[in-house]
C-alpha cells in the first residue's frame, strides 16, 4: 500500500507542494492576481454571441411581465402591460416630451458625473498619496459619504435656489465619494519597488503620479469611475426633485403623483437603458485605456 502523504516513507510518491496548473485530476490553481478563466462556453464568442446571451434575461423577464398581466395577476393600476408601457412612450413622442426628458437628464448626469469625476481624482490622488492630506482630509470625507442624497436637497435649494446648479450639484456630490474612495485606496497600495524604480531614473511630483502611479492603478481608477457613473443616476432622481419641470426623474414622480403607473414603468425602463448605455461606452473606454497604460 502507498503512503503518499508520509514523505519520510521509502520509495513512497510524494504529492508536490504546489498544484498549479495541475490537471490530472481537473483541479487547476491560479496565481495571485492571475485573470479569471473564461468559461467555455463564452470562449471564442464574438459581441454580437454576448450581446444575444445578455439579453436572455430581460427578455425572459419581459415574458413573465406580459404573460402575468394577461393572466390578470395583477391590476393595470398595479402593474400595466408592456405595451400599455409602450404606447404612453408614444403618447409622450407625439406630444414632443419624451426627448426632452431625455436630453435634460442625460445633460445633468454627464455633467455632474466629469465634474465629480475630476474632484474625485484629484482629491483621491492627494489623500492616497500624502499622509498629512491623509489624516485632515480622511475623516471628514469619509462622513459626508455617509450623509443620504435626500439630506443636501433642502440646503442646496437654501444656497442655490432651484436652479441648474443645485441639481447639477448633488449629482457631483453623488459621482465625487465612489471615484475619490477608489482611487485614494488605490494609490495607496502602488507596488513601492514600481515607485522607487521610477524615482531612480528622475521622476517626481505630478510627473511621477502621471507616468507610473496613475498609469499602475487604471483598472482601478475605472472601476471608481464605472461606480460613480452609477451613482450619478441614482443622484438624478433626487436631484430633480428640486423643483423641475423637466427629466425623468421628474415624469417618475410626476407619473407617481398622477397614478400613471404606465409612465412611471416607462421611466424607470428608460433610466435602467441610459444607465446601461453610459456604462458600456465607459467600458469600451476602460478596455482602450488598460490597453495603452496598464
Known amino acids: 500500500m502507498s503512503h503518499l502523504g508520509n514523505p519520510g516513507a521509502t520509495g513512497n510518491a510524494v504529492l508536490p507542494t504546489s498544484v498549479e496548473g495541475f490537471t ?46 394577461a393572466a390578470g395577476i395583477f391590476s393595470p393600476v398595479q402593474l ?5 408601457v409602450f404606447e404612453a412612450g408614444t403618447e409622450l413622442i407625439a406630444r414632443n416630451e419624451l426627448f ?7 445633460q445633468r448626469v454627464l455633467l455632474g458625473f466629469l465634474a465629480g469625476a475630476v474632484l474625485g481624482v484629484s482629491l483621491g490622488a492627494l489623500v492616497g498619496l500624502s499622509k498629512v492630506a491623509e489624516v485632515l482630509l480622511g475623516p471628514t470625507i469619509g462622513a459626508l459619504r455617509a450623509v443620504p ?44 519597488n514600481l515607485v522607487e524604480a521610477a524615482r531612480a531614473f528622475g521622476l517626481k511630483g505630478l510627473k511621477l503620479l502621471t507616468t507610473v502611479q496613475l498609469p499602475a492603478v487604471v483598472p482601478s481608477i475605472f472601476s471608481g469611475l464605472r461606480l460613480a457613473l452609477a451613482q450619478a443616476w441614482l443622484f438624478l432622481v433626487a436631484a430633480e426633485l428640486i423643483a423641475s419641470s423637466m427629466g425623468l426623474g421628474f415624469l417618475l414622480t410626476d407619473s407617481q403623483n398622477n397614478g400613471r403607473t404606465d409612465r412611471l414603468l416607462l421611466a424607470i425602463v428608460l433610466l435602467a437603458v441610459l444607465g446601461k448605455a453610459t456604462d458600456a461606452l465607459l467600458g469600451l473606454a476602460e478596455k482602450w485605456a488598460v490597453q495603452r497604460w496598464s
Open 100 to 106: 426632452g426628458h431625455i436630453a435634460i437628464s442625460t
Open 80 to 84: 400595466p402591460s408592456p405595451r400599455a
Open 24 to 69: 490530472a485530476v481537473g483541479v487547476t490553481t491560479l496565481k495571485p492576481g492571475a485573470p479569471t478563466p473564461t468559461p467555455r462556453i463564452l470562449r471564442g464568442a464574438g459581441g454580437w454571441v454576448k450581446l444575444g446571451l445578455g439579453l436572455i434575461l430581460p427578455v425572459i423577464i419581459l415574458l413573465a411581465w406580459q404573460l402575468s398581466t
Open 149 to 192: 442624497s435626500l439630506a443636501w436637497v433642502p440646503l442646496l435649494i437654501l444656497w442655490m435656489k432651484i436652479g441648474e446648479d443645485s441639481k447639477v450639484t448633488l449629482i457631483i456630490i453623488g459621482a465625487f465619494f465612489p471615484i475619490f474612495t477608489t482611487v485614494s485606496l488605490a494609490l495607496r497600495h502602488v507596488d513601492k
